[in-house]
């Protein structure tokens, strides 16, 4: 089992920045692939950035370039850095652990991009 606990959402105004951070604890090793999804009410969970153990990323077209993902393995810790932030960026946000097929989600963290 693998726990994970977002924090650091909040309300910005548009252009801002946020940080997000996830922390997570249980059986952790290995080969993994840590990232951050958002859902909008009554739309699909998307992806918007991963990053695997090995410090490879991959970013949704939608947030090349604006925003930066990141881990630290030692921590077991994945952070996202948004910058450039609109309207369109507000969403529930969620992390995300994957390893050998199991996939974990943590709780969600409320992002509120508005002035």
């Known amino acids: 089992q693998v726990q994970l606990v977002e924090s650091g959402g909040g309300l910005v105004q548009p252009g801002g920045s946020l940080r997000l951070s996830c922390a997570a604890s249980?059986?952790?090793?290995?080969?993994?692939?840590m990232g951050w999804y958002r859902q909008v009410s009554g739309k699909q969970r998307e992806l918007v950035a991963v990053?695997?153990?090995?410090?490879?990323?991959h970013y949704a077209d939608s947030v090349k370039g604006r925003f930066t993902a990141s881990r630290d393995n030692g921590k077991n810790t994945v952070y996202l850095e948004m910058n450039r932030l609109t309207p369109e960026d507000t969403a529930v946000y969620y992390c995300?652990?994957?390893?050998?097929?199991?996939?974990?989600w943590g709780q969600g963290t409320q992002v509120t991009v508005s002035s």
């Open positions: 995300n652990y994957q390893r050998l097929g199991q996939s974990y």
């Open positions: 249980g059986n952790i090793f290995g080969f993994n692939v």
């Open positions: 990053v695997d153990s090995d410090g490879s990323t």
